[in-house]
């Protein structure tokens, strides 16, 4: 008796995800942007940045899926939802999502932390189903926060921020400092597919992947590639 009544509340207030439909998991750093010894823009061995891209290079090319991530917060999009829900409930392929977002969440934070060690980065989590005609539309919806994310934490940190003013104007305000140059190509974010990075901006404007030049990871090591451009059409 009790138990039938704590399972129907436990189906009642956790949503399940679709087994067909492309399924999201989306992290984000808990109070990682108001950590001042956190350093979200730098490129260094083990720093914030280098360990949330090989992140998404890691998971991306491990389920097959889309990864886009930028200053404390990444997503998976997952078009073949099935396999991950056997991989985590190979006895029941239960598809209550917060089974899913919590196994995923354990797995990712051990993964990252392991490579991330001046702080330990603690993550909010969640997954759900969205219909695939609408990945390219969560690309550029999360690309577009993204983007306001670092701009702003770019001004903080070069203490020129003003609050209540326009994405564009701080964006060109951003554009005049020097320092920011090296940020500029990942403001937007950055995407990847099953392990290989791709054109962001190509994909939000016609679906296609279009890998670019980027690094290979050998056991956490990194390597450059070679110049190699790959035109994928995904019929999304």
Known sequence: MWYSYFFGLQKK?????????????????????????INLIDDYNKSFYNAMRDA??????????????????ISFIITEPLSIIEEYSP????????????????????????????????WHAKSFSIPKEKINSYVKYRSNIIENVLTTYFLIREQSFVPNVKLEDNRKKCLQNKDFLSLKNRVKGEL?????????????????????????????NVENSTDILIDIDIDL
């Open 13 to 37: 207030y956790n949503m399940r995800i679709s087994k067909k439909e492309p399924l999201v998991i989306r992290l984000d750093g808990q109070n990682v942007t108001k950590n001042k010894t």
């Open 56 to 73: 998404a290079w890691y998971f991306s090319k491990k389920y097959d899926c889309y990864s886009i991530f930028g200053s404390d917060e």
């Open 91 to 122: 006895d029941d392929k239960s598809d209550y999502s917060n089974e899913i977002t919590s196994l995923f969440s354990q797995y990712f934070f051990d993964y990252f932390n392991s490579l991330y060690n001046e702080n330990k980065i603690f």
């Open 192 to 220: 990847y597919f099953s392990g290989e990075k791709i054109d962001l901006e190509k994909f939000i404007q016609d679906n296609k992947v279009e890998k670019i030049k980027e690094f290979k990871q050998i056991d956490n």
